[in-house]
């Protein structure tokens, strides 16, 4: 390296990330210090689980470290889930672990002999200090970095608590797998997460609810005293061996997100950047992989230590998210462990090793054949050859063929809510595409319930003749399809343009008066002001619904969806955000309740009583002072007792100044917690977008039908072709006779 090239680095903290960085930057030939408070040989925790991904990585950038680590590790393959005492095993994962200290010990050595000069029991400087002393300064001082709170103004750092208690502990014996224990106590449901570090010593961690952990008396415990009363809880597990601590305390686990990883010349990296949940072991292995990142930045970079941080952010922020994702879904299944303990126990195990959603249906078949084969029979899959998908639906008197659902998509192509020519395309071409259920978009049940004047109805004669010609073309070209219709009414949200010319923007002319639970504009100082209903409107909205159901029932429709969601009138009565009535229709959830669950009764008295209903919901507004997830699980209950057949369980759109946490299958964790807390089938929907994960879904009991709306706008034979890649050829997705000379892929120009 050049000398002008060479750079002063300040690194605070020792721990694994911090000294890592300090060694790769020093192999560069830059000057490393490294300030830990604490000594060399004090450590907290026990073992660290490192990916065969991450290794690799440290192979390429330091073979001294990576040949350390090898002689080190302890490797096993298999998951132990132990569910009501019954133990099952999944093979095939691949873990390594080393202890904590013996991992510092290699990176203090391979430091030294860089020439890195390590402060041990030593409080860095001021950051403003060591910026101003050194080139740059990698800021490694953990969870509760003092780096970030001082520039916490630029970070804008979020700490979110998580709602369960932990405490780790050790074992002196080394198990033989990573094993996952449920101890169901007096007090509630506790969980064991333990794996081996060493020929003799194994990782043990003890988490339960923070509600549990007070009940229980844990709170009042000495380090000494919970390592003893854990040990006595997992004593099977443990082998009548006792629990040791290592500066063991219980604590909460705190997700780390800043909006900025660095500020001028200093860099945030590992738990000071971003936290993962434990639960997924990538606490150390996200920060070595930053080490690696920024060290290859600042190569990529001579001498340009902005660049370098910015790189190094661009390269490491979609990891660390997706990551923070995975992990969040796996912390969140733990907080509700409660909720699946009385899954049947193999498809607890699947749904415990698919709760991050990174292994997968398809993935842990690779891994272990044996083991997914038995929760797919368990399952009711018929065969071998059938996928999980595949297998029939029964709700009420209708039979799905599978369990695939075209979601109900506003087209907003109807000309006076009557559906054309565009609409017997749509609906029919995914109707022959092979979906189970094929549901209509939210069709309005009066002039003035609709969203913009391109959407359908179901109030007038003409509009039903025309769906009649709909469902006549699906029951006769596409056999065995089932046409749901979703009734709805638009509320607060209606009077706006067609999507695609501006979304939730109001008519510039040509509007009609808007209703609602209160008067409150959907986006304040742009959307019109509603009329709140009084007790006359709610009267005639009934008879609407039902009159629209008469209706849907003589056009041959197999199955009604009752809208509840997405902020539309019968949502904005649910939600407390847009309820603000001071009558027996607002307050109370119960009075929430009242008017929803009033249109569903007078929808199922005339809706054919072996033709099933289904209610979508918003389980959460995304939006404090929301509908709560508690609150979503209790309207669910209500509806499923005026015989909802299942529950669509969406989220908000019910509020303008929401905000979702996006991801891959982002909603269906709301579905799961009421399909499991009720018993009562689920519609998942929300970024589910591959067969793999509706698989996944269904065999972990997540859910009984999965929706998939944009994948079928790309394909709409979306559910023919994840059978042809499945190699299944059975009755749950037949190709109509005309399009079986397509039912294989065509050969590509080198096939």
């Known amino acids: 390296m050049d000398a002008g090239s060479a750079l002063r680095v300040a690194v605070v903290g020792g721990g694994p990330g911090g000294l890592y960085a300090a060694a790769l930057l020093a192999r560069q030939g830059h000057t490393v210090e490294v300030w830990e408070r ?83 029991r030593s ?83 003890v988490e339960m609810r923070e509600e549990v952990w007070q009940a229980a008396g844990l709170d009042l415990c000495d380090e000494e005293e919970s390592a003893a009363r854990c040990a006595k809880i ?44 434990f639960s997924i072991g990538s606490g150390t292995k996200l920060a070595v992989e930053d080490a690696l990142a920024l060290a290859e930045a600042v190569a990529a970079a001579p001498g340009d230590v902005p660049a370098a941080l910015a790189a190094y952010e661009r390269a490491r922020r979609p990891a660390v998210a997706s990551t923070q994702r995975a992990a969040a879904a796996s912390r969140r299944w733990f907080e509700e462990l409660a909720g699946y303990v009385d899954q049947p126990a193999r498809q607890f195990a699947f749904n415990l090793l698919t709760r991050s959603r990174r292994v997968t249906h398809d993935n842990l078949r690779m891994r272990d054949e044996r083991f997914t084969r038995a929760v797919e029979r368990d399952f009711g899959c018929p065969d071998d050859a059938t ?61 003035q319930g609709r969203i913009t004047p391109g959407c359908a109805g179901l109030y007038t004669r003409e509009q039903a003749d025309a769906w009649r010609r709909i469902t006549d073309f699906v029951h006769t070209s596409a056999p065995g399809t089932a046409l749901g219709v979703q009734l709805g009414h638009a509320g607060r949200k209606g009077s ?63 199955l009604l969806e009752l809208h509840c969601a997405h902020g539309y009138l019968l949502s904005g009565f649910l939600s407390p955000l847009t309820n603000h009535r001071d009558d027996e229709y607002g307050g109370s959830l119960e009075n929430r309740l009242r008017f929803p669950l009033e249109v569903f009764d007078a929808v199922r008295a005339v809706w054919p009583a072996e033709r099933p209903m289904t209610v979508r919901l918003s389980a959460t507004d995304w939006a404090p002072g929301g509908t709560s997830p508690e609150e979503a699980v209790e309207i669910a209950a209500a509806f499923a007792a005026r015989g909802a057949d299942a529950i669509d369980v ?12 996006y991801g891959r299958s982002y909603q269906t964790p709301y579905a799961d917690r009421i399909r499991n807390a009720l018993g009562v089938p689920v519609i998942a929907v929300g970024a589910i977008s591959s067969w793999d994960d509706v698989n996944s879904l269904l065999l972990a009991g997540r859910a009984d039908l999965c929706a998939l709306g944009r994948p079928h706008l790309y394909d709409p034979h979306w559910t023919l072709h994840a059978a042809a890649d499945q190699s299944y050829e059975g009755p749950a997705a037949p190709w109509p006779a005309p399009y079986r000379a397509g039912s294989r892929k065509p050969p590509t120009g080198r096939g």
């Open 38 to 120: 604490n000594a060399p040989e004090d450590t907290f925790g026990f073992g660290v689980v490192l990916s065969d991904e991450t290794l690799g990585g440290i192979e390429r950038a330091d073979a001294v470290v990576h040949a350390a680590l090898g002689a080190e590790f302890v490797r096993w393959d298999d998951v132990d889930v132990v569910h009501r005492g019954r133990l099952l095993t999944s093979g095939g994962h691949g873990f390594a672990a080393v202890g904590r200290r013996r991992l510092l010990e290699i990176l203090h050595e391979r430091c030294a002999g860089l020439g890195v000069r390590l402060r041990f």
């Open 123 to 205: 409080e860095a400087p001021d950051v403003r200090e060591l910026a101003a002393s050194h080139d740059l300064v990698v800021a490694a001082d953990g969870v509760h970095s003092a780096v970030r709170e001082a520039g916490a103004a630029h970070y804008r750092p979020t700490l979110t608590a998580g709602r369960c208690r932990y405490i780790w502990l050790a074992a002196d014996f080394a198990l033989e797998a990573f094993r996952f224990e449920i101890a169901e106590t007096e007090h509630g449901v506790m969980q064991l997460h333990a794996y081996p570090y060493a020929a003799d010593a194994s990782t043990v961690i």
């Open 234 to 277: 997992f004593s099977e597990a443990l082998r009548g061996r006792p629990l040791r601590g290592n500066h063991s305390a219980w604590t909460q686990f705190r997700t780390v997100v800043n909006a900025h990883w660095s500020h001028g010349n200093t860099v945030l990296l590992g738990d000071a950047a971003h936290t993962a949940h």
């Open 387 to 447: 996928p999980p998908m595949f297998t029939p639906l029964t709700l009420r008197g209708l039979t799905l063929r599978n369990r695939v659902v075209v979601s109900p998509m506003d087209m907003y192509s109807a000309e006076e809510g009557v559906p054309g020519d565009f609409h017997l395309v749509h609906l029919g071409a995914r109707a022959l595409g092979g979906a189970g259920l094929v549901m209509t978009e939210m069709v309005c049940v009066s002039e």
């Open 496 to 558: 706006t343009k067609v999507m695609w010319e501006g979304m939730d923007d109001p008519l510039p002319h040509g509007n009609w008066p808007l209703v609602a639970a209160s008067a409150l504009p959907y986006r304040p100082g742009v959307s019109a002001s509603p009329r709140a209903l009084d007790r006359a409107d709610l009267a005639a909205l009934r008879s609407d619904f039902a009159a629209a159901a008469v209706r849907a029932a003589d056009c041959g429709f197999d």
């Open 650 to 661: 969406s989220t908000g759109q019910v509020v303008a100044d929401e905000a979702p946490e």
